[in-house]
């Protein structure tokens, strides 16, 4: 089912973030959240241009935002695209923070798009 392959993506990204990252790693990070957010944003235009005469689709759009590791400066230009981009659309950015510490990135993507930011303090309690 669906639940089982996020939880299992879950697990996956938890033991990843709890090994060393070598540099072309933590690049691809970088990259990913910024494409991520871009990607799902592209989504819920696309969703929400398709269905927004439908009176029976009244949907909300949420975007769940799951890091591991912390910030880095290459990523703030882009990902802050994306968060005044989702703000004009009205899509609420909601983000975990799973890694060792805060992300100011994805506090300020929670604060400027009404949006909840969660840093459990045992992540491991999450995959149970």
């Known amino acids: 089912s669906m639940s089982e392959i996020i939880l299992d993506r879950i697990k996956k990204i938890m033991k990843q973030g709890a090994q060393q ?10 990259v990913s959240l910024s494409g991520g957010l ?18 029976r689709h009244k949907a909300k759009p949420r975007i769940l935002c799951l890091l ?21 659309a009205g899509v609420v950015i909601d983000a975990m923070v799973v890694g060792q510490s805060d992300s100011a990135l994805l506090q300020q993507a929670a604060h400027i798009t ?15």
Request: with cysteine; net charge positive.
């Open 68 to 88: 591991v590791a912390g910030d880095t400066p290459l990523q703030y230009i882009p990902v802050m695209n994306c968060i005044f981009a989702a703000q004009h």
């Open 38 to 55: 871009s990607r799902a944003l592209c989504y819920i235009n696309r969703y929400s241009s398709r269905y927004a005469a439908s009176p």
């Open 21 to 30: 990252q070598d540099p072309q790693q933590q690049q691809q990070q970088e």
């Open 114 to 128: 009404g949006g909840l930011y969660i840093r459990p303090q045992v992540p491991q309690g999450l995959i149970q």
